[in-house]
T-cell receptor, first 113, second 112 residues
Framework: DAGVTQSPTHLIKTRGQQVTLRCSPK?????VSWYQQALGQGPQFIFQ???????QRGNFPDRFSGHQFPNYSSELNVNALLLGDSALYLC????????????FGPGTRLTVL | AQSVTQLDSQVPVFEEAPVELRCNYS??????LFWYVQYPNQGLQLLLK??????LVKGINGFEAEFNKSQTSFHLRKPSVHISDTAEYFC??????????FGTGTSLTVIP
């Protein structure tokens, strides 16, 4: 049973560029949440997708957007990259919108130069 | 609004000694509390969670935590640590299960 997978594992971009990160949830899960983890910090909630809709959003600008596909996989898009967007981006999947355990993927390390 | 404070950024401890990692939270509503562990270059793994009921929660790898509502704390404990417990530990709070607020983490180093 595959767990949460994310691609790519590492990514280097320059300021002003756009990036797309991908996440496949654990088998049987239908909810995907995205987090940003800056170096030395805890994860910060970006947003959550369920039934292809954004259900909750953290305190992130509109440059951060997402999408969920019918197969429950998800993408995180970041436009107009800033140096401060450099971080580990974590995807977590769960079942439904309740208190089901969130399973995290290994993350995508984004470096903005 | 909710927030989590992890009082110790780094905790060194000798192998087979007990350890306590401290976590305090702030919330105006009922909360659910979690501890996650992150090994180098890996995602987060759930250690244990408190949703309701008994305030003493047992998790994986011999860890346990106690929910103290009056002190708004959820400290993580293990009676005897192993080298393999060296990792980053995060406390998190949620009031809905949908949006989690994480602390800044505690780096546990187990010394042989």
């Amino acid at each position: 049973d595959a767990g949460v997978t994310q691609s790519p594992t590492h990514l280097i971009k320059t300021r002003g560029q756009q990036v797309t990160l991908r996440c496949s949830p654990k088998s049987g899960h239908d909810t995907v949440s995205w987090y940003q983890q800056a170096l030395g910090q805890g994860p910060q909630f970006i947003f959550q997708y369920y039934e292809e809709e954004e259900r909750q959003r953290g305190n992130f600008p509109d440059r951060f957007s997402g999408h969920q596909f019918p197969n429950y996989s998800s993408e995180l898009n970041v436009n107009a990259l800033l140096l401060g967007d450099s971080a580990l981006y974590l995807c977590a999947s769960s079942l439904g919108l309740g208190l089901d355990t969130q399973y995290f993927g290994p993350g995508t390390r984004l470096t903005v130069l | 609004a909710q927030s989590v404070t992890q009082l110790d950024s780094q905790v060194p401890v000798f192998e087979e000694a007990p350890v306590e990692l401290r976590c305090n939270y702030s919330s105006s509503v009922s909360v659910y509390l979690f501890w996650y562990v992150q090994y180098p270059n890996q995602g987060l793994q759930l250690l244990l969670k408190y949703l309701s009921g008994s305030t003493l929660v047992k998790g994986i790898n011999g860890f346990e935590a106690e929910f103290n509502k009056s002190q708004t704390s959820f400290h993580l404990r293990k009676p005897s640590v192993h080298i393999s417990d060296t990792a980053e530990y995060f406390c998190a709070v949620s009031n809905t299960g949908n949006q989690f607020y994480f602390g800044t983490g505690t780096s546990l180093t187990v010394i042989p």
